[in-house]
């Protein structure tokens, strides 16, 4: 994922032992910061972690999703 410094948006989802895992940051219109953690549940596959973090991207004007399928 490359740099987007500290006032950037991100979302990266990563593969580790056969779970997905998503984490990011945004801002929210009022200038307050937002961070994302997947949940539990949305880590068993890539595509439920693609859905939410495709949901919570679409929420806080994320445009780009990070997916790093292997180290």
């Known amino acids: 994922m490359p740099n987007v ?9 990563e ?12 801002w929210k219109p009022t200038g ?8 539990a549940k949305d880590d068993i596959s890539l595509e439920a972690a693609m859905s939410a ?3 919570w991207a679409a929420k806080y004007n994320v445009l780009t999703i ?6």
């Open 15 to 26: 593969a580790c032992d056969g779970k997905f895992y998503g984490s990011g940051g945004s």
């Open 53 to 55: 973090a495709e949901e």
């Open 32 to 39: 307050e910061w937002v961070g994302y953690a997947s949940l």
């Open 5 to 13: 410094g500290v006032n950037g948006r991100w979302l990266l989802v």
């Open 66 to 71: 990070w997916v790093q399928l292997s180290p």
